[in-house]
């Protein structure tokens, strides 16, 4: 995010995905590596190697080309979208976090570690923003 006033904020494209180790379920209680790809966690299951538990965005775009189904614009562009709603419902936030009375700086960024989740149909879903 390079600015808040007005909003505008920039999506690297050299992003990390992180794969779980098994199927999404509703019941994460029970088995916790399919609601969370923290990688600390999923490296414990066995058989798991980091190789394909970790990627970038280069092998997921060559996954998707792969499957034939979707391409990799699409795909980033749904990504840049959904990012793009979730900073624009947090703008207020965003403004009375950034913006502390009497603070100004032009050429100031910040940050920030997005999660997303895909559904079947690859669209993104924000998870969190860090």
Do not use: M
């Not at 399919?34 to 990627?55: F, H, M, P, R, Y």
């Amino acid at each position: 995010v390079t600015s808040v006033t007005p909003l505008r904020a920039y999506v690297y494209s050299r992003g990390l995905v992180r794969i779980s180790t098994s199927p999404y379920t509703k019941d994460c209680k029970a088995n916790i590596t399919a609601c969370l790809t923290n990688t600390s966690l999923n490296k414990k299951v066995e058989g798991a190697q980091l190789k394909d538990i970790t990627w970038s965005f280069k092998k997921l775009k060559e996954y998707i080309a792969g499957q034939g189904e979707s391409n990799w614009d699409d795909v980033f562009l749904r990504i840049q979208r959904a990012i793009g709603l979730a900073l624009l419902s947090s703008e207020s936030e965003l403004l009375k976090h950034f913006t502390p009375k009497g603070f100004r700086c032009d050429s100031c960024y910040q940050l920030l570690g997005v999660d997303l989740l895909f559904d079947a149909n690859l669209q993104p879903k924000v998870v969190e923003i860090n």
